[in-house]
């Protein structure tokens, strides 16, 4: 049973890099099954390669603002501050 574990956590180990530039990739829109199998060839530099590319994620352009401090809404003019 001790040996399971080990070899689990072995291939864990192995494939960190692998499923790294999997979600990586995923999450700034790219193709995961790509980027994974890429990674099997070019580890470190595949990673680093990813870090670097522009963010095809149309949602993570910006982050969205409240609706309080939201200025396109009218509530704080622009050029005025308020500290309240």
Do not use: C
């Amino acid at each position: 049973m001790p040996e399971i574990i080990l070899g689990a956590v072995v291939l864990g180990l192995l494939l960190s890099p692998q499923l790294l530039a999997g979600f990586l990739a995923k999450r700034t829109g790219r193709k995961f099954w790509f980027w994974f199998l890429i990674s099997f060839l070019i580890p470190i530099i595949s990673l680093i390669i990813l870090i670097f590319l522009e963010d095809k994620n149309p949602a993570a352009k910006s982050y969205k603002l409240a609706d309080h401090v939201d200025r396109d809404k009218g509530l704080v003019p622009r050029g005025e501050i308020n500290p309240f």
